[in-house]
């Protein structure tokens, strides 16, 4: 008898040590790697923001190349959506913002060549995002088969 009772305190030490690791892992999906997750897709989606931006500016810019607008007249968002209205008397020349608030004076060319450029950069931020939200996503599915594993649940989630 004093074997059984061994027995089962060993089961019982065995479930409870299985319990904690379960919720250790369930603590590291829901406390680091669900966050990562979304702060990954946040930042991604911040980039395709910018992506946008640039895309729309370039289109801009080609279509005042393809109908030869030297001048033009258009509202401009003050902020808080207030408008003014501008007249730009020479459109030949464009200032970008490059960052940390400088504005850079280009010709229609070279303001779509720097654009090409950080379009270019954007597309490897874009791809390095999606590479890290594949690896968080697969991260979680791998904890989450190693909780099923523990609990000895079949890997088809059913109970």
Known sequence: ?????????????????REEKVQRFEEFVDC??????????????????????????RRNIENLEKNGVTSLRTMVNLGSEVYMQADVPDTQHIFLDIG????????????????????????REIEEYTQLI?????????????????????ADGSY
């Open 1 to 17: 008898m004093v074997r059984t009772t061994h027995q089962n305190h060993n089961g019982i030490n065995m479930d409870k040590i």
């Open 32 to 57: 680091r790697l669900k966050p990562d997750l979304v702060r990954a897709i946040a930042e991604r989606d911040k980039v395709f923001e910018r992506q946008k931006i640039f895309l729309d500016l």
């Open 134 to 154: 594949a690896s968080i996503k697969s991260q979680i599915k791998l904890v989450c088969e190693g909780i099923r594993e523990l609990l000895q649940l079949s």
């Open 100 to 123: 940390l608030g400088f504005h850079v004076e280009f010709t229609w060319s070279e303001a779509l060549e720097f654009i090409s450029r950080k379009e270019e950069r954007l597309d």
